[in-house]
């Protein structure tokens, strides 16, 4: 077992702000681990013909200039090689691929990080994992029973696959309107959600996005289970393309699946080939099991990303910090944080 003094878990967005803010406090004794065989965080699974100039917006790791290629370029290698670049330029070692199993309390002031054979016996730890890893699927009565192809955002590769066939896309956040701008080029596509989508016709400011957060960030501390920030905000879409998506046909949720597509409860039916789930993710916090940290409500209290029952703990990436906006603020907040527990422990030593 290694003694450090802090861990990272994760190194998508949240984490690598993380790891620049500890090194900015003077922490250089700290370990970061991947699960991932290469940088890019969750970006790095996009799928290829998702282009940079049809993503919201990459926003800039601290100290790092904005994200600056093609906008034809596929989304997944541009952010790729900008997370790469970053972690060489400050010097920020990361581990791969490591799967982190588990974290449980350990002797003395520690927390040990589990992953494998290996093990971190830390003073404090960063939770950076984000929620590529758990997707969501909702339940439907006659699911199994589906003649065709279920496939959820997580598992979409390529557009092509799709070609003159009839598609349900059921989800109303932002990788439902990617897909189905792509989608709706090349085949029969249904949107599905459960209520009809409405779009903003404001822009996405520095004000909406932090009044968004501050949404997400009253339920964490209430110990509820996030909201999505884009479930806050409501949806955007590209100027150009709002029109298409408003003319796409769309129907409100239905109440089963059938083996050859979906029924409502008024009888009405819908054949189709694929019924693809852009129905979001949740957090992947199944390693922190250990500690015991789920409230009444089924979340985790939260102040803000230091964990309530547990303050060697700092979730970044969770929440309110969960979007790419706050995922750098998070990772401050995380880092001064831990810079205060480890100084408190040093001087209470004295």
Request: without cysteine; aromatic residues 8%.
């Amino acid at each position: 077992m290694r003694e450090t003094d802090v861990v990272v878990i994760g190194a998508g967005q949240a984490g690598l702000s993380t790891g620049y803010h500890l090194s900015h406090y003077g922490i250089d004794d700290f370990v970061m681990l991947d699960s991932g065989d290469g940088a890019g965080g969750a970006w790095r699974h996009r799928w290829p013909s998702l282009r940079l100039g049809k993503v919201n917006g990459i926003y800039p790791l601290p100290g790092f200039p904005p994200v600056d290629a093609d906008a034809d370029l596929p989304a997944s290698q541009v952010v790729s090689e900008y997370y790469a670049a970053y972690e060489q330029r400050y010097g920020l070692h990361v581990l791969r691929p490591v799967e982190v199993t588990s974290v449980d309390y350990g002797q003395d002031d520690r927390l040990v990080v589990s992953a494998g054979d290996d093990t971190w016996a830390a003073r404090a730890v960063v939770n950076a994992t984000g929620t590529w890893t758990r997707p969501f699927w909702p339940y439907y009565p006659g699911m199994a029973s589906f003649r065709g192809r279920q496939l959820h955002t997580a598992d979409f590769r390529d557009v092509e696959e799709f070609r003159g066939r009839k598609v349900i896309v059921v989800g109303a956040g932002s990788s439902a309107v990617g897909l189905l701008l792509e989608l709706s080029e090349i085949a029969d596509v249904t949107w599905i959600t459960r209520r009809r989508p409405e779009f903003r016709d404001d822009e996405f400011t520095e004000d909406v996005g932090r009044a968004a957060v501050a949404k997400v960030d009253e339920r964490v501390r209430a110990g509820l289970p996030p909201l999505s920030v884009v479930s806050v905000t409501g949806l955007w879409a590209p100027p150009d393309e709002r029109a298409r998506l408003e003319s796409l046909p769309w129907q409100p949720i239905f109440h089963e699946v059938t083996p050859d597509g979906v029924r409502w409860r008024d009888g009405r039916t819908l054949s189709a080939d694929v019924i693809l789930w852009a129905t979001g993710f949740r957090a992947a916090l199944d390693h922190l099991a250990p500690l015991g940290l789920r409230s009444p409500g089924g979340g985790i209290v939260m102040d803000g990303t230091r964990v309530v029952a547990e303050p060697r703990l700092h979730l970044v990436g969770y929440g309110p910090s969960a979007s790419t906006v706050g995922a750098n603020r998070a990772g401050r907040t995380a880092a001064r944080g831990i810079h205060a527990l480890l100084n408190s422990s040093e001087l209470a030593a004295v």
